[in-house]
C-alpha cells in the first residue's frame, strides 16, 4: 500500500510543540519519508523528509522510528501560521511520485 | 526561490470544452506533476513527466492528456470537459530522480476549474 495512516486532526496551543505522529508499517528499506503542510487555498509546501536518521532544518524536526515504522513531525513552538494540513508521505519509486493521503489537521490556537 | 507557476487561479468552463491548463517552473527541474484535489480524497495524482516528450500515467489519467514540449513547462489537457472534473488542479516539479537527493516538490498555488 503507498499510502500512510495518520490521525484526522490536533490542537496544539500557540507556542508549545506541535508532535504529530505517522505510521508508514509497510515501508521498505529504500523508501523516503516526506512531510509537506498545505495552508487553505495555497498548494502543498515542502517541510522535511528523511530515511532513517533523525533531520532538523530550520522548520521542523523529524523522528523516525529505529524500525522506520512510523515518524513524528515536531514543529518546536507552534505559532497561528501554523494551521495547516499535515502531509506525511512515503515516496514510492526513483521517479519519486508523491501519493498523499488524507493529512493531519493541524489546529493552532491562541 | 522555486517557482511554480500555474495560469490560471480560477477558470469556469463549459461542458465539452477541450481545456489547457500551464505550468511552468523556472528552477530548471527534471520532473513535473499534475494532481487534482478534492474535498475527502485528498491529492490524486494525474501524470507526471520525467523528462522533455517522456510522461508516465499516474492514479487517475483518465480523461486527461499531457504534453511536456520544453523542459520547463508541463501542460495538462482536459479533451472534453465534464462535471466531474471540477476540482483544484496542482502542478508540481522536483530536481532529480535519485531517492532523497533534490527529491522535494515545489506546488504552484492550484487552478480551481469548475466545468458546468
Known amino acids: 500500500d503507498a499510502k500512510t495512516t495518520q490521525p484526522p486532526s490536533m490542537d496544539c496551543a500557540e507556542g508549545r510543540a506541535a508532535n504529530l505522529p505517522c505510521n508508514h508499517s509497510t515501508i521498505s528499506g529504500n523508501e523516503y519519508v516526506y512531510w509537506y503542510r498545505q495552508i487553505h487555498s495555497q498548494g502543498p509546501q515542502y517541510i522535511i523528509h528523511?530515511?532513517?536518521n533523525n533531520e532538523t532544518n530550520e522548520m521542523a524536526s523529524l523522528i523516525i522510528t529505529e524500525d522506520r515504522k512510523s515518524s513524528t513531525l515536531i514543529l518546536p513552538h507552534a505559532t497561528l501560521r501554523d494551521t495547516a494540513v499535515y502531509y506525511c508521505i512515503k515516496v514510492i519509486n526513483n521517479f519519486n511520485k508523491f501519493y498523499f493521503g488524507s493529512g493531519t489537521k493541524l489546529n493552532v490556537k491562541p | 526561490d522555486v517557482k511554480v507557476t500555474q495560469s490560471s487561479r480560477y477558470l469556469v468552463k463549459r461542458t465539452g470544452e477541450k481545456v489547457f491548463l500551464e505550468c511552468v517552473q523556472d528552477m530548471d527541474h527534471e520532473n513535473m506533476f499534475w494532481y487534482r484535489q478534492d474535498p475527502g480524497l485528498g491529492l490524486r495524482l494525474i501524470y507526471f513527466?520525467?523528462?522533455?516528450?517522456?510522461?508516465e500515467k499516474g492514479d487517475i489519467p483518465e480523461g486527461y492528456s499531457v504534453s511536456r514540449e520544453k523542459k520547463e513547462r508541463f501542460s495538462l489537457i482536459l479533451e472534453s470537459a465534464s462535471t466531474n472534473q471540477t476540482s483544484m488542479y496542482l502542478c508540481?516539479?522536483?530536481?532529480?530522480?535519485?531517492?532523497?537527493?533534490?527529491?522535494?516538490?515545489?506546488f504552484g498555488q492550484g487552478t480551481r476549474l469548475t466545468v458546468v
Open positions: 528523511g530515511l532513517k
Open positions: 513527466s520525467y523528462d522533455v516528450k517522456m510522461k
Open positions: 508540481a516539479s522536483s530536481l532529480s530522480q535519485v531517492p532523497g537527493v533534490g527529491t522535494e516538490a515545489f
